[in-house]
């Protein structure tokens, strides 16, 4: 049932609050003559049949014809200018609101200057303000139905949401995930260039957007470390991902004697001789093949002869190290017994060249 108002306001009015519905549920007939107290950074809206129609700034009014000409035509007051009419009253705060959140909700993908396509999420902060009550109580209230708080926070955090992925996809044309600085610091004015208008049919005005954070997800991080490997040693990429496969055949135990002996830890000068004579093979130049070929070694003494020539041939002592180490492995379980004939008979031939 609707009750009799005099006395319309806000006192209780909490730091983070937007606006307060009067009364909070049903209707409530209001009096010509009641008394309108609207505190410092508060505008009361009166709203019926789905729109907002008139407002009252800061102060302490008594609802006349005079100072509600839209509302009191509306509803056809009687001649002892008492009637009650049906009406709800939202105050609006229109302080300014400065730590709104916002985030991605996962990984966007977005194209990269330099990368190619990177996945990234970023979440950060939003400074606003209502600008115009009426039409934030024609948007929010009639529109959406919405006037609590933490449903209005959602909505807005939402729109936010909306745009961030098209600026970053804009944005990231020009820009590398390389160079996060710089990123970041055009994101923010990106995102409330591109979501100002977007608030303002709301009533809002959008004042600074701030970006916390901007990171790339773990595949993109570990191309960002590769890039950052790649400058730090001057090589291109043909290089890096020569030296990576190295990296990768030495933990590998099923590669052969080389990969064994470097693997069982007895060959850590084979892995070294093996990039002097790749970097070696970049550096000189292509020689026609010879007209005559020479029979082929056996793979040890091939592999003896590039020790040589790169200056750190391997010792009798180490590859005894690395047969000793293979029966280990065998022991241990790491290793087939296929596996490790193959090796062994690799790895004895390799001895019976070996300095001392």
């Known amino acids: 049932m609707a009750r009799i108002i005099d006395v319309i306001e806000w006192p209780d009015q909490g730091p983070t609050e937007m606006v307060q519905r009067v009364p909070e549920q049903g209707a409530g007939d209001i009096r010509l003559g009641s008394q309108v107290i609207v505190r410092g950074a508060q505008v009361a809206v009166f709203y019926r049949d789905g729109k907002a129609l008139d407002s009252f700034k800061e102060g302490r009014h008594t609802l006349t014809t005079a100072n509600m000409p839209i509302l009191s035509g509306l509803i056809g007051l009687a001649t002892n200018n008492r009637t009650p009419f049906p009406a709800e009253v939202y105050f609006v705060t229109t302080k300014d609101f400065i730590d709104m959140k916002w985030g991605t909700p996962g990984d966007i993908a977005v194209p990269d200057s330099i990368l190619g396509m990177v996945q990234l999420h970023a979440f950060g902060t939003y400074s606003m303000a209502v600008s115009d009550p009426l039409r934030f109580v024609n948007q929010i209230v009639g529109v959406q139905g919405m006037y609590d708080t933490a449903q209005i926070n959602d909505y807005l955090r939402g729109i936010m949401l909306s745009e961030i992925a098209t600026v970053l996809g804009t944005i990231m044309q020009s820009r590398s995930v390389l160079n996060l600085a710089m990123l970041q610091s055009d994101l923010g004015p990106a995102i409330q260039a591109k979501a100002a208008d977007d608030f303002e049919a709301l009533g809002i005005q959008l004042k600074k957007v701030y970006v916390v954070q901007v990171a790339p997800n773990e595949e993109t991080q570990k191309a960002i470390n590769q890039r950052s490997a790649m400058g730090a040693l001057g090589v291109n990429y043909m290089q890096y991902q020569a030296a990576q496969a190295m990296r990768d055949a030495a933990q590998n135990t099923s590669g052969g004697a080389v990969g064994a002996g470097i693997g069982l830890g ?40 590039a020790a040589g020539a790169a200056g750190g041939a391997q010792t009798k002592a180490q590859v005894q190290q690395a047969l000793s180490n293979l029966d280990i492995r065998l022991a241990n379980g790491e290793i087939s017994e296929g596996l490790y004939n193959k090796l062994q008979a690799n790895l004895s031939k390799l001895l019976e060249t070996a300095p001392d």
Request: hydrophobic share 30%.
């Open 266 to 305: 007895a060959g850590v000068g084979l892995g070294q001789i093996l990039g002097q004579s790749m970097g070696a093979g970049m550096n000189q130049p292509q020689q026609p093949p010879p007209v005559a070929q020479p029979q082929q070694q056996p793979p040890a003494a091939t592999t003896a002869r």
